[in-house]
């Protein structure tokens, strides 16, 4: 319970967050669009917490990776087959059927720098209780411990 309570927090603060990046950039938003979002934010966040020797480059580079490929496969059901016609690159070089492009894929890539940072936030502040956050590798408890034992002495 405790798990599907944080993947709902992040799911829901990724669609809201992608929603309104989407309307200060285009004006306008569309629902699946929020949906995508949350997905995309859940997934980093998963990535993210069992990535977390790699660079930021690398993790960046594989969340670029899975947002261009969940934005191709969400392209390809709601603009292809639903002709709902939410985004179009058909216009932009080297695009695949007009749902993906390099041009968005550097934007993801980049756009994966805050997503990292926000998820050890979110995992920081929203969901580790108090007592666990760590503070230089040490717990809290075990701090206390130590002051303890050290005034005991």
């Not at 040490?138 to 411990?145: K, P």
Request: charged content about 15%.
């Amino acid at each position: 319970m405790k798990k599907i309570k944080e993947y709902l927090i992040v799911f829901l603060f990724g669609g809201v967050l992608y929603g309104l990046i989407e309307v200060m950039f285009r004006g306008y938003t569309h629902w699946t669009m929020v949906l995508l979002g949350g997905t995309v934010l859940s997934l980093l966040y998963f990535l993210n917490l069992k990535t977390r020797r790699n660079s930021l480059f690398v993790k960046s580079l594989v969340g670029c990776t899975v947002i261009s490929t969940l934005e191709f496969v969400c392209g390809y059901i709601v603009n292809i087959q639903l002709h709902l016609n939410v985004w179009d690159y058909s216009e932009e070089k080297f695009n695949l059927l007009g749902q993906i492009c390099p041009k968005f894929a550097v934007a993801w890539f980049l756009l994966c720098i805050p997503a990292y940072f926000i998820s050890d936030l979110i995992k920081e502040k929203a969901i580790t209780p108090k007592n666990e956050i760590l503070t230089k590798n040490y717990s809290v408890s075990s701090i206390r411990l130590a002051l303890i034992s050290q005034n005991n002495l």
